[in-house]
Structures are given as C-alpha cells and as structure tokens.
C-alpha cells in the first residue's frame, strides 16, 4: 500500500532529517547521484540547492549530472549513476512514461531511487497517488491540487455574466504535471459553474520566451480573451510583458509559482496570482527519502511526499518565500 507523507514546513522537514541521520546506523560513506532535467530551469536549480545543502548537512557525498534537457543524455546519466555504484538516484524526469524504465533498471541494481517534481509512469491511466512501485517515493508538489487553487482563484477573477474565453499556457511535452494542472484548474472552474471555453492552449519548454510568444499568438487569435491560465511562473512572467506591451487587461493567473520574479510581478500587479511551489523543499525530502532507503533496507516503498500549497495574492505574498 502506497503511504501519503505530507510535511508542512521547511522547520519540520529539518527536524525530520536531523532526526533521520542522528538515528543512522549506516557503516559506510553513502553517494547519493541526482540527474536533473536542465539546469537552465531556476526551479530545477533550486531543487539541485535543496539536495546538496542537505546532503552536506548529513555528510553524503553526491554526483549530479545535468543533461541539459536531452532525454537519451537523461537516460544514459541513469546508467552512469548505476555503474558508479552509488548509492541512491533521484531524479526529474522529462519523460514519465521512459522514466519507469530508469526506476526498474536500478532496482534490479538494488539502487534505490526517488522521481522529484514529475510523476512516474503513464498519468493519464494512474493516479498521483499510485506511485510506481519501483521507486522509493514521489518527491512532488500535488499538481492536480495547485492547478485547482488556481482555477479557483480565476473563478473569483472572471465576469460571472456571460461565457468566458481562457487560454493555457502549458509546459513542456512528457512532463505529467502538464495534464495534471489543466486537469485540476478545470476541475474549480466546473465545480464552480463557471460557463468556460478554452479558446486556445500552447505547449512551451517553460521559458518567459515562449510564454510571452504564447500570450502574443492568443491576444491575436482571440481579442476578446478574458483569462490566461500559465502552468508555471516564468511562462506567465513573459506573457505579462505581453499583456503589459499589448495594453491588454486580460487576466493572468499561475500555478507552479513563488519564484522571486513571479512574486514580484504579483506585487506590481502585473500577474493576479499564482500557488506556492517549493521546489529547494523537493530537493531537500528527495535527498532524505534516498538517505532512508539506502540505510535501512526496510524502508517505506513507493511512498507520495508532498506539502500544502498556499495561494499567492498581493495580500498573502508572506506566505511564499521565494525559493527560486
């Protein structure tokens, strides 16, 4: 049975790891690998932060490989860990259906691993939830629950009078958060009764270039747009300098947020909202989970870890320190 771990604070999960390696009876010095997807993403960059202050804190030696967004580089970085011997593999995957064969291949190794930020395995036919039960855990933020935050922040933002036209700003292929946050986003606006229709959704490598460039081919497909939904805060940073440029008054509002840009751009006014994600945290309960598993081969398997997402507004920006 999968067991649900939800922790509240960075305090608490201090505490938690604290207590983990003051309680280790580990014999050896432990290596633990993380191979990011790109370290061109600053969420990325903030969990590889959270993983390494933490691994210092414990005294484990890591290896992290960044394969620059290629999946063959991803999948051959897997393969590199599980030769070196080390001790435990945490990983983003860009592909989370290829991604089970990297959980399998160093199980069969007896190499624990841990999936950060991106479900495992086919999301359209598993529920979060349903961690795969090669890994050890899912390290991630609920992104069905983050994109219900925010469609219940854009249910408050739009006219209640008449249908509305929205559009998405989606991130990359492969990735399950990518349904994920449409699907829970969608969910608030249903259960709402919001009369909606999606007027356009374009996928992007979740860079504010490519959202700037989304917003500007929505703006023109669709001048009566009411709403853009962006599934991360630096597509939705792009495309408020669209809207800013274009002097358009469509709403925007995030999900996937609290970066020290998207905060401030809050704080202008220039997006509506946006929900807390705190991906140094990932880093931080990725490198405890593997810690666990490499020392006490008893250990919970196929674990869900995630943490409550706070809603970011003008009004409660002191709930999300920026993490990235």
């Known amino acids: 049975m999968n067991k649900l771990l939800k922790v509240a604070s960075r305090t608490a999960v201090a505490l938690s790891i604290a207590t983990v390696f003051a309680d280790s009876v580990a014999a050896k010095d432990l290596t633990l690998g993380y191979v ?60 989370s259906v290829l991604a089970a064969t990297y959980a399998d291949k160093s199980l069969a190794q007896k190499v624990p691993t841990v999936s950060v930020a991106v479900q495992v395995g086919d999301s359209t036919t598993r529920s979060l939830r349903d961690v795969y039960s090669s890994l050890s855990a899912l390290v991630t933020t609920d992104d069905v629950a983050i994109g219900e935050r925010a469609g219940e922040l854009a249910t408050g933002l739009l006219p209640k009078n008449r249908p509305v036209k929205i559009a998405i700003i989606e991130g990359a292929h492969g990735y399950s958060a990518v349904p994920q946050r449409t699907q829970g986003f969608r969910a608030a606006l249903d259960k709402a009764g919001v009369d909606y229709r999606i007027a356009g959704s374009q996928p992007t490598d979740w860079t504010p270039e490519q959202g700037a460039a989304a917003c500007q081919k929505f703006l023109s497909d669709n001048p009566d747009l009411d709403l853009i939904f962006s599934q991360a805060d630096p597509m939705a940073i792009g495309c408020a ?62 674990q869900l870890v995630t943490y409550d997402s706070a809603l970011i507004t003008k009004e409660t920006l002191q709930n999300c320190p920026p993490e990235w």
């Open 36 to 95: 990011v997807a790109s370290l061109k993403i600053p969420f990325n960059v903030a969990t590889k932060k959270g993983f390494e202050e933490a691994a210092r804190e414990a005294g484990v030696k890591t290896i992290v490989i960044d394969p620059e967004g290629s999946i063959p580089r991803q999948t051959a970085a897997i393969d590199e860990l599980i030769a070196k011997g080390v001790d435990g593999i945490g990983f983003l995957p860009m592909d």
């Open 241 to 302: 300098q669209a809207l800013r440029s274009s002097g358009s008054a469509v709403k925007l509002v995030a999900t996937g947020g609290g970066s020290l840009e998207g905060n401030e751009a809050i704080a202008k006014g220039d997006i509506d909202g946006s929900v807390c994600t705190r991906p140094e945290l990932l880093g931080r309960l990725m490198l405890k989970v593997l810690y666990e598993a490499a020392t006490n081969p008893g250990a919970q398997k196929a």
